[in-house]
């Protein structure tokens, strides 16, 4: 079973500055990664798939990278509406895995 | 526009059963593989099971398997989650989400429903 892994569980960030979110894979997935962001009281939003392709109606600002078992979501600029928590999620294998999450808070 | 739309949730009691619903519009569902996917109060996600286009393939999670049941009607555009034997570790927010479509690589669960609440309580 594959466990994913993010880092940190909180990052505090003010408006316009860059961030940088970590998530690696206990074996190697290729670019089998999403990213997601959810909202208090929220579903979830497909951000990033195949680990750097930006989902349909996702700003620039968000880009993925990595392959393999390291991978990293940054938002470029943050927005006061980029605060929020972000998931990473493997779909190479079964089980899905996702990781525990990174809460991004204004700093 | 996709749409997704959980029903079925509510209370129950530990040991009970609980069948959740989704319905699907907006979309060709037969030709999507469908997932179900939950969240415990103040905790992060957790994949519960999915079912291929067409139903014939479906994987559970470990802390599901053998208690709970997925399948689907394409003829009505729903997808279903038999939960038994439930216990307080299954409350949650219960979301169906669509995955890959039929003969195309996967690339995340792109549109997700508003979520039921399952309850689990003596």
């Known amino acids: 079973e594959i466990v994913m892994t993010q880092s940190p569980a909180t990052l505090s960030v003010s408006p316009g500055e860059r961030a940088t979110l970590s998530c690696w894979a206990s074996?190697?997935?290729?670019?089998?990664l999403a990213w997601y962001q959810q909202k208090p009281g929220q579903a979830p939003r497909l951000l990033i798939y195949?680990?750097?392709t930006r989902a349909t109606g996702i700003p620039a600002r968000f880009g993925g990278s990595g392959s393999g078992t390291e991978f990293t979501l940054t938002i470029s600029s943050l927005q006061s509406e980029d605060f929020a928590v972000y998931y990473c999620?493997?779909?190479?294998?079964?089980?899905?895995?996702f990781g525990q999450g990174t809460k991004v808070e204004i700093k | 526009q996709v749409q997704l739309v959980e029903s079925g949730g509510g209370v129950v009691q530990p040991g009970r059963s609980l069948r959740l619903t989704c319905a699907a519009s907006?979309?060709?569902?037969?030709?999507?593989?469908m997932h179900w996917v939950r969240q415990a109060p103040g905790k992060g996600l957790e994949w519960v099971a999915d079912?291929?286009?067409?139903?014939?393939?479906?994987n559970y999670a470990d802390s599901v398997k053998g208690r709970f049941t997925i399948s689907r009607d394409n003829s009505k555009k729903t997808l279903y989650l038999q939960m038994n034997s439930l216990s307080s570790d299954d409350t949650a927010v219960y979301y169906c989400?669509?995955?890959?479509?039929?003969?195309?690589?996967?690339?995340?669960?792109?549109?997700w429903g508003q979520g039921t609440l399952v309850t689990v309580s003596s």
């Open positions: 989400t669509r995955g890959a479509a039929v003969y195309a690589i996967e690339e995340g669960f792109d549109f």
């Open positions: 999620q493997q779909y190479n294998d079964w089980p899905r895995a």
């Open positions: 195949g680990a750097s």
């Open positions: 907006g979309f060709t569902f037969t030709n999507y593989a």
């Open positions: 079912t291929s286009y067409d139903g014939t393939n479906k």
């Open positions: 074996q190697s997935i290729g670019i089998n």
